[in-house]
């Protein structure tokens, strides 16, 4: 997972394209922002995306760090106000994308237990799709019934673990919310 800097220059990459994104039709906004030497690819601004780094970033920091985390916290706030409708609109589209993905995962659970093994990358649509459903108006039945079946499925077959993420992020997902991080499948079923 990436580093609190990586995180930090995709939220302000992502705040200086986010009024213009929420007026496009777009779901997926390419940035144009380099990552730290040796972190991976910036994926594409969404909502999800957004608020995944975000989350990451409620694990402990340094104070450097968490000040400018708190300045680009401000302005998501401000930008997120002016733009409400815009903003739940993208994040209910991509709650129920998120959604479908993830069951579209547990399908192929069950038919292949290879599938297990791609877990750990896997579960970002579901910390996706959590982050997407506290968004506000961004709840929605039919996420929420593929949402409930797939975890169904999911703790049927799961054995609770250690985080399935880098340590130092399961701060930032605490295991009541975030159950699905802490253990594997044992299988898919």
Same mark, same amino acid.
């Given at each position: 997972?990436p580093? +609190? /800097?990586?995180d930090?220059? #995709?939220w302000?990459?992502?705040? !200086?394209d ?11 906004? &390419?940035?144009? =922002?380099?990552?730290?030497? *040796? /972190?991976?690819?910036?994926p594409?601004l969404?909502?999800?995306n ?6 990451r ?6 104070? &450097?760090?968490? $000040?400018?985390?708190? $300045? ?7 930008? =997120?106000?002016?733009?409400r409708? &815009?903003?739940?609109?993208k !994040?209910?589209?991509?709650? /129920? ?7 579209? #995962?547990?399908?192929? %659970?069950?038919?292949?237990q290879?599938?297990?093994?791609y877990? +750990? @990358?896997?579960?970002? &649509?579901?910390?996706? !799709?959590?982050l997407?459903?506290?968004? *506000?108006?961004a ?6 019934e593929l949402? @409930?079946? !797939?975890?169904?499925r ?7 673990g250690?985080?399935?993420? /880098?340590?130092?992020?399961? +701060?930032?997902?605490p ?7 802490? *253990?594997?499948?044992?299988h %898919? *079923?």
């Open positions: 997972m580093t +609190p /800097e990586y930090l220059r #995709y302000e990459a992502a705040l !200086a986010l009024e213009t994104y929420l007026q496009s039709p777009e779901l997926f906004w &390419n940035l144009d =922002v380099a990552p730290p030497a *040796g /972190e991976p690819a910036y594409p969404t909502v999800g957004l608020l995944l780094a975000r989350q970033l409620q694990r402990p920091l340094p104070a &450097n760090l968490d $000040a400018r985390r708190q $300045a680009l916290e401000q302005r998501l706030q401000a930008l =997120v106000a002016e733009w409708a &815009n903003w739940q609109q !994040a209910a589209k991509e709650l /129920e994308m998120r959604a479908r993905l993830w069951a579209q #995962y547990m399908d192929e %659970c069950a038919q292949s290879a599938e297990a093994s877990y +750990p @990358n896997e579960v970002r &649509n579901r910390v996706l !799709a959590d997407l459903q506290h968004e *506000g108006e709840h929605l039945p039919a996420a929420s949402l @409930n079946h !797939a975890d169904t999911l703790r049927a077959h799961f054995e609770a250690p985080f399935v993420w /880098e340590a130092d992020l399961a +701060p930032a997902f295991s009541p919310r975030f159950w699905y991080l802490y *253990g594997r499948p044992r %898919c *079923g």
